[in-house]
């Protein structure tokens, strides 16, 4: 079921929301009208193995890579010296390219998660892929995988790109990426806001095969000439609806129209509200839906997070995270999220003069200053980070053991990111949620959606419990 309330949202920037970069003016580049069949219809459709098979949720589990390697494009991988090593090896039923099964080995990814054993073969058998999946649940290696054995590591050009709506998580994706393929010797790059932009211009003229960034950052590229698209063969947007939210649809039509229209194209996301269709239709072509979220509107918060929520007056709010802080273990670790910037640098300040070790991060601190926060919080050395959004979505920290909603979220798709920070992979985690008085809507529409049964009420000791 569509959330109306948040169609609006699809076109024009969340209002106060904590955006990554300013998105490009609506004025700017719009979109063609009716493009939409004239590409289909001109899309020069390269055959694909997956072309004799009807849309499918699931693909067959028992297909096989050819031998002789019948997909669109091989990887350029070296052919190999000795001739000994089989062209591919298997990781649980799915056919590598040894060096990314070796690097996948390294990274002790032993079998494929439930999402990559289903997304992972219609990708590489050259299908576009809508891929839904609770929080933490390998999505990055879902496509990043594909990608990295689509792209041509001995090649100059950027093949392949990925979208992203934050930076930190444009860094956090590009480093997993560079990782599955490191022994193919793919070269990765990072390429979003606030850091010198030299930096990244040195890195793109070496070349690399494939682009990892926020719209903004990789359209200003674009115009500076040190990024083309033009060879790119397989796009991906991550957290697709989280872009789209935040006014990114502009800079991501932007940047698809400039890209070949016979790449290949994936969207990813733990969330695919109504509102994301249009692009999908728009930009994928007969995409395989693998979609791992059985409810009927695709809310579904990771199965381990225990979920509780207080009812708190705002007045009160202070007091009450100071319980919750008392009261956790020595070794937790704890997202807090607030909604305003200014809410953030407040409760920063004011634990910290309680004695709290804790720091903030928002879309208005220093990008240096933000990595440095970051850094802390992932070496486990910070153990409570405040933060807007901005951290809401995608990043990967399995040390996180409870997220506490200081102000509630607006909508329940970021109730089911900010919670889906803990308890990744498997792990166990908690998330607290304070009530206030003005977030009975909200609060219904989360049990209402993510289930009664699902959140616990409780009593904070200030008011007796
Ligand atoms: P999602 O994008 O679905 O939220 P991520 O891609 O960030 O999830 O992955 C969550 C965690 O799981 C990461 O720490 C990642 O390194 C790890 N991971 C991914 N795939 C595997 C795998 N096959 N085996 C073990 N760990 C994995
Ligand atoms: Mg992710």
Redesign the pocket.
């Given at each position: 079921m569509q959330d109306q309330s948040r169609t609006r949202h699809a076109a024009q920037p969340r209002h106060g929301a904590d955006t990554e970069e300013e998105p490009s003016s609506r004025n700017g580049e719009q979109p063609q009208r009716g493009n939409d069949s004239r590409r289909s219809r001109n899309r020069r459709r390269i055959p694909r193995r997956g072309d004799a098979v009807v849309k499918r949720t699931r693909p067959p589990e028992s297909e096989t890579r050819q031998p002789d390697n019948q997909r669109q494009q091989p990887n350029g991988a070296p052919p190999r010296a000795d001739g000994t090593r089989p062209k591919y090896v298997r990781w649980g039923m799915i056919d590598l390219t040894p060096e990314i099964a070796d690097a996948?080995d390294a990274?002790?990814?032993?079998?494929?998660?439930e999402?990559?054993r289903l997304a992972i073969p219609p990708l590489l058998a050259g299908r576009d892929v809508v891929g839904q999946?609770?929080?933490?649940?390998?999505?990055?290696?879902a496509f990043g995988i594909p990608m990295a054995e689509t792209v041509n590591p001995r090649s100059r050009n950027v093949e392949g790109l990925v979208l992203v709506p934050t930076r930190e998580l444009a860094q956090q994706v590009a480093k997993?990426i560079s990782a599955v393929g490191s022994k193919l010797g793919v070269r990765v790059a990072a390429v979003y806001g606030g850091e010198p932009i030299n930096r990244q211009i040195d890195q793109l003229e070496r070349g690399v095969s494939i682009v990892v960034g926020t719209p903004g950052r990789i359209k200003d590229h674009m115009s500076r000439r040190t990024l083309d698209l033009g060879d790119i063969r397989f796009a991906v947007l991550d957290e697709a609806d989280e872009m789209l939210d935040i006014g990114f649809a502009d800079d991501m039509e932007f940047i698809l129209r400039r890209t070949p229209s016979n790449r290949q194209t994936a969207l990813?996301s733990?969330t695919i509200p109504g509102f994301i269709l249009k692009l999908i239709r728009r930009y994928l072509d007969d995409p395989v839906w693998v979609k791992l979220v059985e409810k009927f509107d695709g809310i579904k918060t990771a199965a381990e997070v225990k979920q509780v929520y207080y009812d708190v007056a705002e007045r009160d709010k202070e007091r009450a995270v100071r319980e919750v802080l008392d009261e956790l273990p020595d070794d937790a670790q704890t997202l807090m999220f607030r909604r305003m910037q200014i809410g953030v640098d407040r409760l920063a300040r004011n634990l910290a003069r309680g004695g709290y070790a804790v720091r903030g991060i928002h879309g208005g601190m220093s990008q240096r200053d933000r990595d440095r926060v970051m850094r802390s919080f992932r070496d486990g050395s910070l153990r409570v980070l405040i933060a807007t959004n901005v951290a809401a979505r995608?990043l990967?920290i399995?040390t996180i053991t409870h997220v506490v909603n200081y102000d509630m979220p607006d909508n329940v798709e970021e109730y089911v990111h900010r919670v889906?920070r803990t308890a990744?992979?498997g792990k166990e985690g908690t998330a607290i949620s304070f009530v206030g008085e003005h977030d009975q809507e909200i609060i219904e529409k989360v049990l209402g959606k993510v289930g009664a049964d699902v959140l616990e009420r409780k009593l904070l000791g200030i008011y007796g419990g």
């Open positions: 996948l990274m002790r990814y032993v079998e494929p998660s999402i990559q999946a609770v929080t933490g649940s390998g999505k990055t290696a997993e990813f733990a995608g990967d399995s889906g990744r992979m």
